[in-house]
């Protein structure tokens, strides 16, 4: 299958996706080390776990909402308050760093901060649930490696304009993402279609309906085991952008290369521009000698390497160790993220998608509160403590996730025999 037999909705969702994680890897990494070296590490750690509880409320009101009314509707409203946040981001980030500064300015920020990331993850659900409804069993594993490689295609483009434009055109660099996503909004409008929703029925108490929508995917065990056991080995990559970053920023051996002064906030954009151009021309390589394999052996390989990767850059501040072990995560991610992704699509109700996937958005919620604890500990332990937590939550969550997919095919397998 190739990219021009996707449908629209999967062509369009896939393109606007790849410039809607370009903007956000391009700003929000490096508004956390602004951020960071302003107010102090601890207080941005408190900042960014109120801001993941505000996101993750939001995307469980985003997922209810979805599955209720037209998906497209609640999606375009979502981008709009993302637009407006967006503005008064820029807007308040300019006069702190050119007009005035004081506490008000500083709250003001701190509050656009926050509700930029709630507004954007308001209508991921309907997006993401928007590309569920276009895809197959047949075509799933496929569009998901393809959207795969496309993820970490905006991935090495947004770390690479937010590591050389970060110290001078932040501000820019905002409004620029407004723009973008006001361009993305209208494409939307105009080609995106919501023919094959399947919608829940409605309840009159709007907070009795989002509780029992729910309801049912928490008591769904399997899920809520896949969703937490994502949690904990998420943490391991979030720790790069939450923690790490502002570690290398402060710590990092600058190193001289060929009279380019290497520090640490380039450093780390150095790693993710590594680990997406990894993916980027070895993802259909790799899958291709991986296939004849068992796909859960190679599930538990790659969450190892994955893991084993991202602990050890977590603890280094040399620039030669930092590749090797970013080389390692993104091979151990190239084996394991198809199959992950299919297998959790595969753990959804049909007629319950947004809400389910607006619930995943708890393994995100969680993982990048993990990230931000450690920025937070990281004022009161060492490093290598901070890496030896990191891998054994790590651990625990691959154990998880293995457990939730083996009981999903038993489950499937005691179905088909009755």
């Known amino acids: 299958m190739k990219f021009k037999n996707f449908s629209t909705n999967i062509k369009i969702r896939l393109i606007t ?4 994680r370009t903007i956000s890897l391009a700003t929000t990494p490096y508004f956390i080390i602004y951020l960071a070296n302003h107010v102090g590490k601890s207080l941005t750690g408190v900042i960014l776990i109120v801001s993941l509880i505000g996101s993750f409320i939001s995307s469980i009101i985003g997922g209810y909402l979805a599955d209720l009314y037209n998906r497209k509707h609640v999606l375009l409203w979502g981008q709009a308050l993302q637009i407006i946040s967006l503005l008064g981001l820029a807007t308040t980030l300019f006069i702190h760093e050119k007009v005035i500064q004081n506490i008000f300015v500083t709250i003001a920020l701190y509050v656009f901060f926050i509700f930029q990331s709630i507004s ?16 197959n069993s047949s075509n799933r594993e496929y569009i998901y490696k393809f959207n795969y ?42 080609y995106l279609t919501n023919h094959s929703q399947v919608y829940t029925a409605k309840s009159n108490n709007i907070f009795k309906g989002l509780s029992n929508q729910y309801a049912i995917a928490l008591k769904d065990t399997k899920w809520v085991i896949f969703v937490l056991g994502s949690a904990l080995v998420f943490s391991a990559e979030f720790s790069l952008s939450n923690y790490t970053n502002v570690r290398l920023s402060q710590n990092f051996e600058v190193v001289n290369l060929y009279n380019i002064r290497i520090d640490g906030i380039i450093g780390f954009s150095i790693l993710q521009i590594l680990n997406t151009l990894l993916v980027v021309f070895f993802t259909f390589v790799i899958q ?29 501040d040399q620039l030669f160790i930092l590749l090797v072990f970013m080389v390692i995560a993104s091979v151990g991610e190239l084996i394991f993220s198809p199959y992950w992704q299919s297998e959790q699509v595969a753990l959804i109700p049909v007629d319950k998608r947004a ?35 990191i891998f054994s939550l790590s651990a625990v969550g691959v154990a998880c996730i293995i457990m939730a997919i083996k009981r999903n095919v038993l489950m499937q397998d005691s179905s088909a025999k009755m």
């Open 149 to 190: 490689w496309m993820m970490n295609l905006s991935m090495a483009v947004g770390a690479g304009i937010g590591g050389f434009f970060y110290k001078s055109y932040l501000i820019e660099l905002t409004f620029v993402a407004a723009i973008i996503i006001l361009t993305i909004s209208i494409i939307l409008q105009l």
């Open 355 to 389: 809400s389910y996937s607006a619930l995943s958005a708890l393994s995100n919620t969680v993982a990048t509160s993990l990230a931000s604890l450690y920025l937070i500990l990281s004022e009161y332990i060492s490093a290598s403590v901070i890496s030896l937590i």
């Open 120 to 135: 954007s993850n308001i209508y991921k659900p309907a997006y993401n649930a928007l590309v569920m409804d276009s895809t």
């Open 288 to 316: 291709n000698k991986i296939k004849k394999f068992n796909k859960l052996n190679n599930l538990i390989v790659g969450l190892s390497l994955y893991i084993l990767g991202y602990t050890a850059i977590s603890y280094s």
């Open 17 to 20: 996706s790849f410039f809607t």
